[in-house]
DNA sequence: GTTTTCTGTGCAAACGTTTGTATTTTTGTG
DNA sequence: CACAAAAATACAAACGTTTGCACAGAAAAC
C-alpha cells in the first residue's frame, strides 16, 4: 500500500552474504551454521548472530542439490479424503516431521496415470524417499520399479505390489475379514455376499480370502455367484444389494467397504428389510460415519496410527542405512455396532 | 535378489551424459529438452532419442537453483481430515497439475507452531507461491509477513488475515449464517443457540455477525448468553447443548461446525428430544456424515471446489505476472434436511 | 565475389551450498 | 625461542542446470 514500496530489491540473503559482513569464508559460515566442530564457538556465534540479523533462509536447493540428496519424504496416496489415508498421513507427520524430515503428500485419485507423475515429480525433485500406496487401477509396476532402480528408498504400504522389492506395511486383511464373517456366522447369518473392490488389489484378494476361508471354517459352503466385484461404491453397493436379497436370499453382507455397506444399508432400509434383524451388515475401514449412521455399522479398524508409526519408523531405519524388515503386518480389530447383533453394547475380538 | 546384482552404480544421468554420448555440449542438450528454436529439429530429435534411452530424468533441483524458481506450490491446511480442506486441495490439484505446476501440502493440525514450521519448510524449499489457511491458534502474523517480504506470491483461502496483503477467497460466511438462523427463524424456533469456534478468526466471526443479523432483521432479541465460544468439537458439543436446553431453555441450535452440531445430537437423543419436533439443528460445512446421519442433518454447504478452482486459478495468474483480484467471495447453499425442517425433501436456498 | 544476415552450436559463468585439502594462526613443549 | 602439533579458517571444486555471449558456417543480398 506504501507508495515508496513499489518492488524493492528481494534478492535472498545467502551465506556469501554473511561471510563478507563478518570478513570470513563461504566455507566457514557454513561450517558454523552447521554446528561443525572445526569452527570456535565465538565465531559460530558471530556467525547465527549475523544470521539472524539478515533473515538468513538457507537454501535447501543448493544444499540438497550439493549433497545429492534430500530430507523431504514424497507420500502418494489414492486420496486423502477417506480416514484410513490421512490417519495414515498424519500418523507418519507426527514422527517425520520432529526428526527433521519433512512430507509432501501427492494423490493419485486411483489413476495409474497420476500414479506415474507423481512418481516422476518425487524422482526429478530428488526427494529421499517415497512412501506408496497403490491406486485401484494400477496393474503394471513399471513406474515402481523406476523408483528402486534409480536407487531411492521406497515403502509401500496397505495396497502393496509384491514384485518389487523394499518393505511393505500391510494389514492383516485376512485377520480382519475372517473375523468379520466368523462374527455374522456366529451371529446366525447363513448366506452371507461379499461386496469387494478390484480383485487384483493385495487388500481385496486378503479380505476374499478370509472371507472364503471363514466359510469353510464353519462348514458353510463357498458360492461364488455371492461375490460381487467392482463393488466399492455407494453407488454400486445400493445397486448390487438388491440381487443379492431379492435374487439370491441372502442374510447378510460383508463388505470390503464401508461406503458400498452404506449404499447397501440405504437400500436395505428403503426396502423395509430390518437391520440387524432380518440382514447382517459389516464394513471395513472404519469410515467415521459408520459410528454416526443410523443403525451404527459393524466395521474392521485398521489401526492407521501403528501403520503410520511403523512407515515413518521405516524410513528412518532406511535413511539411517540399517536394514528395515520386508514385510510388516498391522493387526486389525473387528467393532462390533448394532448393524450386525442385536445386543447394541460396543464389543470388540 | 541376484547376487551380481550388488550395489551397482547408481548415479544418475545428466544433461551432460547426453551430451558426451552425442558428442555436443550441455547447453545444446539442455535447450534441445527445452524445445528452444535455437536447436534445429534434426539434433533435437537425436537428443530426445537419446535421453529417453538413456533414462535421463532431469534434476529439478539443478533446474530450480539456477532459475531461481521452482514450480512447486506449497499448500498448508490446518488439517486434511476435514472434508472441506481436502475436497479444496483436491480441487487446486485438478487445475494447478495440468498447468504444469505441482502441489505439496503441510498440515499444522490447528497449531501456530507448526504453521511456522511449515512456512519455513516451503520458504527454505523456495516454492513457487504458498496457498494458505490459517490455524485457528494463531493470532499473530509475523511468520505470514515474512512469505511476502520475500517476494514469495500468498493466496489465503477460508481462514484468512486482513493484515497481510495478497489475494484472499473466503466463503460467503456472513450469508451462510444469515439464511441458517433465517431458516430457523421461519420454521418457528424462536430461541436458537449459536455454537461457535474461536472468535479471532474471521470465518467463525462473520457466521456470528450473520447469525445477530438474522435474529434483529426477524425481530428476536440477541441474547449474549445463548452464543457458546469455543464449542467446535463433537465433544464440546455434547456438553453445552445441556446446558442450553435445561438452563436457557433454547429450542434451536446454529452450530458454525458439523462435528459440535452432532455432539449436540448426540446428547438431545439420550434426553429424548425430539429433533426436528421440539428442536431444531443446523450445522456448517456439510460433512459428509450430515447426510448420513439419523435425522439429517442440515448444513450449510461451502463449494469447496469453486474454491478450489479459484485458488488455483490466482496462482496461475500471479504466477504469469498479472494482477490477481484482491478477494473472492464465493456463495454458499443453505441444505435443508430432516433436522430443522418436518418436511424431508431436500430444500435449497 | 564480398559483405550481410541467419542458423545452429559452443563456451563459460552463474545459482548457493558443501567439503576435501591447503594454509594460516594459535597453543603447547622442551 | 624454536618447533611441532593442534586448532581455526581459507581456498577451490563440485553438484546439474540455464543462459548471455561468442563464433563458425551457410544462405542471402548486393
Known amino acids: 500500500m506504501e507508495l515508496l514500496d513499489v518492488s524493492m530489491d528481494k534478492r535472498r540473503i545467502t551465506i556469501k552474504d554473511i561471510a563478507d559482513s563478518l570478513d570470513v569464508t563461504p566455507s566457514t559460515v557454513s561450517r558454523a551454521l552447521a554446528d561443525n566442530p572445526r569452527i570456535s564457538e565465538s565465531t559460530k556465534k558471530l556467525i547465527r548472530d549475523k544470521a539472524e540479523e539478515l533473515g538468513y533462509e538457507p537454501n535447501l536447493i543448493a544444499s540438497t542439490l550439493r549433497k545429492g540428496k534430500s530430507d523431504t519424504i514424497g507420500m502418494i496416496v489414492p486420496g486423502i479424503n477417506r480416514s484410513f489415508f490421512s490417519n495414515v498421513i498424519s500418523s507418519v507427520e507426527e514422527i517425520l516431521n520432529p526428526a527433521g524430515f519433512n512430507l509432501v503428500i501427492i494423490q493419485t485419485h486411483e489413476k495409474t496415470e497420476n500414479e506415474r507423475r507423481a512418481i516422476r515429480t518425487l524422482l526429478r525433485n530428488r526427494v529421499g524417499a517415497i512412501i506408496m500406496s497403490l491406486s485401484v487401477q494400477t496393474k503394471e509396476y513399471g513406474h515402481l520399479q523406476e523408483i528402486t532402480s534409480k536407487g531411492i528408498p521406497l515403502v509401500q504400504f496397505d495396497r502393496v505390489c509384491k514384485e518389487i522389492e523394499g518393505t511393505k506395511i500391510?494389514?492383516?486383511?485376512?485377520?480382519?475379514?475372517?473375523?468379520?464373517?466368523?462374527?455374522?456366522?456366529?451371529?446366525?447369518?447363513?448366506?452371507?455376499?461379499?461386496?469387494?473392490?478390484?480383485?487384483?488389489?493385495?487388500?481385496?484378494?486378503?479380505?476374499?480370502?478370509?472371507?472364503?476361508?471363514?466359510?469353510?471354517?464353519?462348514?458353510?459352503?463357498?458360492?461364488?455367484?455371492?461375490?460381487?466385484?467392482?463393488s466399492i461404491t455407494r453407488d454400486t453397493g445400493r445397486r448390487n444389494i438388491n440381487k443379492a436379497v431379492a435374487e439370491l436370499k441372502a442374510d447378510a453382507l460383508f463388505s470390503s467397504g464401508d461406503f458400498s455397506a452404506l449404499g447397501a444399508v440405504d437400500t436395505l432400509k428403503e426396502m423395509g428389510v430390518k437391520i440387524p434383524d432380518d440382514f447382517g451388515v459389516v464394513g471395513y475401514a472404519n469410515e467415521q460415519f459408520t459410528e454416526i449412521m443410523h443403525p451404527s455399522m459393524t466395521s474392521v479398524e485398521q489401526n492407521p496410527q501403528e501403520m503410520g508409526n511403523r512407515i515413518a519408523k521405516t524410513i528412518i531405519k532406511i535413511l539411517n542405512g540399517e536394514q528395515p524388515d520386508e514385510q510388516v503386518i498391522i493387526p486389525v480389530r473387528l467393532l462390533i455396532r448394532e448393524s450386525s447383533w442385536i445386543n447394541k453394547t460396543l464389543i470388540t475380538y
Chains 1, 2 share one sequence.
Open 170 to 230: 500391510v494389514n492383516d486383511n485376512f485377520q480382519g475379514a475372517y473375523l468379520s464373517v466368523s462374527h455374522l456366522i456366529k451371529s446366525g447369518y447363513r448366506k452371507i455376499v461379499h461386496f469387494t473392490g478390484a480383485l487384483n488389489l493385495n487388500v481385496y484378494k486378503e479380505r476374499f480370502e478370509g472371507y472364503k476361508t471363514a466359510l469353510k471354517d464353519a462348514g458353510l459352503e463357498f458360492d461364488e455367484s455371492l461375490v460381487f466385484e467392482y
